[in-house]
Each structure stands twice: as structure tokens, then as C-alpha cells.
């Protein structure tokens, strides 16, 4: 098993979804000790705090795999100039109760794409507004505003040759920080 587990948290549901190829393409750039799990966030419930003394399975499994992570990486789209509801779903279900949250201390970084010229900016400001109350140190440079358009991935799937030394760089300091917090 790689020293460093990195929990995926991608928020969009959709199938054939632009910032799930993302992360997909993305985690190929990162060293051999780092290992990358998607975490599932599709099949849970509305979040209400009535729920918190006695939370779905679906919540359960959900923390134990950020709880056992090293890092998060966010891969997120914007949805009305802001995070998904599904995304701010899984975040408030795994922050809750209050003093037991599976965020806490987790190294984060943060991408999104969409066919938006200025990608996700707005979203993953946003996510850093809500990041930083969970006490979850976030990369803050590079910022990575993805926009999707032809040639940002090869025919494999991989990321193409002409944003390929833009996203290493951003993957090496993303893994610097999880080593950082890590030990």
C-alpha cells in the first residue's frame, strides 16, 4: 500500500462528467507513493442535523475513507457560480457532529474544469471559503481554473501535451503539501 492514500472527492454525479476524466487524468502525474481513491458521494442522504446521533451507512464509509486518507483532492465543477449541492452535501455530512469531523487537518488541493473561459474560479473560492472554517489546510498556489477544450486530454485519456507541464507542476506541489502535513 503507498504511504500516501489521497481521497478523491469529485462533485459531479454525472457519468460522462468533464471534472471526473479530470481526476482520473490528473492522478496519473503523481509520484509512485501516492495512491488516489475516488470516494462515493452520490448515494447519500440529505444531510439533517437530526441525523448526527444516528448517521446512514453511506455517511459512515464516507469518513472512515477521508479519516483514513492523507490528503483530499477536490475535483469539482461550478454550478450557479458555486459548488455543487451534491459536493456541499458530502462535506457537511462528513464534518458532522460538531468536534467530529473527518476533515480536520487533511491537506487539500483543489481543481475544476468547465468549458468557462475562467474554468471553476468561483467554485473553488468558494471551497476554500469552506475548507478554511474545517480547518483544512488548502494549496493556494498554483491555482488550477481548468477550461475543457480539445487537446486538454490525449486519445488514452491522459492529459495532453499543452497543459501537461502546467498540471505537473501544480501535482508536484500539491504532493510536497500532503508530505508536509503528513509528517
Same mark, same amino acid.
Given at each position: 500500500?503507498?504511504?500516501? !492514500?489521497?481521497?478523491?472527492? %469529485? ?5 460522462? +462528467?468533464?471534472?471526473?476524466? $479530470?481526476?482520473? *487524468? @490528473? ?42 486518507? !492523507?490528503?483530499?483532492?477536490? %475535483? ?5 457560480? +458555486?459548488?455543487?449541492?451534491? $459536493?456541499?452535501? *458530502? @462535506? ?59 487537446? $486538454? ?31
Amino acid at each position: 500500500m503507498s504511504p500516501y !492514500q489521497i481521497a478523491v472527492v %469529485v462533485g459531479s454525479l454525472r457519468k460522462d +462528467s468533464f471534472n471526473r476524466k $479530470l481526476a482520473k *487524468a @490528473i492522478v496519473k502525474l503523481a509520484p509512485p507513493e501516492f495512491s488516489f481513491q475516488q470516494v462515493q458521494i452520490n448515494d447519500l442522504p440529505l444531510y439533517s442535523q437530526d441525523d448526527d446521533a444516528n448517521q446512514a451507512e453511506s455517511v459512515k464509509r464516507l469518513k472512515n475513507e477521508i479519516r483514513n486518507a !492523507q490528503g483530499l483532492l477536490f %475535483v469539482t465543477p461550478e454550478h450557479n457560480r +458555486s459548488i455543487p449541492g451534491v $459536493l456541499k452535501n *458530502a @462535506i457537511d455530512h462528513a464534518s458532522r457532529p460538531p468536534g467530529q469531523s473527518a476533515w480536520t487537518g487533511k491537506p487539500a488541493g483543489i481543481l475544476g474544469g468547465s468549458t468557462d473561459p475562467i474554468g471553476t474560479a468561483v467554485a473553488q473560492q468558494h471551497l476554500r471559503n469552506v475548507l478554511s472554517t474545517l480547518n483544512v489546510p488548502v494549496l493556494c498556489q498554483p491555482e488550477a481554473f481548468i477550461q475543457m477544450k480539445e487537446g $486538454l486530454f490525449d486519445d488514452a485519456g491522459n492529459i495532453g501535451e499543452g497543459s501537461k507541464q502546467f498540471l505537473q507542476n501544480w501535482m508536484d506541489k500539491y504532493c510536497a503539501l500532503v508530505k508536509k502535513h503528513a509528517d
